[in-house]
């Protein structure tokens, strides 16, 4: 049983929430598990890879073996928000969908079918995240998550369909979506490592790994707390 389950897409985002700390790596079916204590909390940090799927998977696989108490997904993100840059820390309070269409059905836009039209994140960790104020840059909004990675062509459509938004990834609404079917809080805390612009893809690839460890710096705080 462990405390809380993280969930991070790559190996980039899942150094650093390892760097310094003692860990036992876990005999997995699929990618990559470590386990770890941190004030005097259990947690299970798994890289799950990229994409809807793998997280929905991983995220099954690791809630049935490891029966968390709650589930947080870490790492980078693309800024879609006018006021967010580059390093800053989005924390999402709703989770949709940013390329599913089923409105010929009647269904809104980032909606599948007889599901919510988003799945909210676990109001007693959102407070958690708004009291720490060991960081001023950090964000709580919409996020939406595709099997697309969102950069100049795509940026427009997204941000048109969801003003809202203040971020981009591939795993997190899916990993909301598991989460929520097995009851179990849930709340994404990511860093910005590009801006969903035209060098987005370079931009990403230069900054992963230190929007990361923010990434990981705000999870650890907040694993803290719990």
């Known amino acids: ?48 890879g990229i994409g809807l799927v793998n997280a929905a998977v991983s995220t099954a696989l690791a809630i049935e073996t490891h029966s ?27 989770y949709r969908y940013a390329d599913a269409d089923s409105t010929a059905f009647g269904y809104e836009y980032g909606q599948i079918p007889s599901m919510p039209l988003a799945y909210a994140g676990d109001e007693r960790l ?32 997204v941000q048109e369909r969801f003003p809202q938004a203040l971020a981009a990834d591939m795993e997190s609404t899916a990993i909301a979506q598991v989460a929520r079917g097995y009851k179990l809080p849930f709340v ?4 910005i490592s ?7 893809a370079t931009d990403f690839r230069g900054a ?3 929007v990361a460890e923010r990434s990981a710096a705000a999870v650890w705080r907040l694993v803290a707390q719990l």
């Open 188 to 191: 994404c805390v990511r860093s």
């Open 194 to 200: 590009d801006l969903c612009g035209p060098s987005a």
């Open 126 to 157: 959102l407070e958690m995240v708004r009291a720490d104020q060991a960081d001023d840059t950090v964000h709580v909004g919409e996020i939406v998550s595709g099997n697309s990675f969102i950069d100049a062509r795509l940026a427009p459509t």
């Open 208 to 210: 992963v790994e230190t």
């Open 1 to 48: 049983m462990s405390d809380v389950l993280l969930l991070a897409a790559m190996a980039e985002e899942t150094r650093p929430v390892l760097a310094g700390r003692e860990y036992t790596e876990l005999n997995v079916r699929r990618g990559r598990a470590w386990r770890l204590e941190e004030a005097g909390k259990v947690v299970t940090l798994v890289t799950c």
């Open 68 to 94: 968390p108490r709650a589930v947080v997904s870490i790492g980078s993100a693309g800024g879609l928000g006018k006021d967010v840059r580059v390093g800053d820390i989005i924390v999402g309070d709703s």
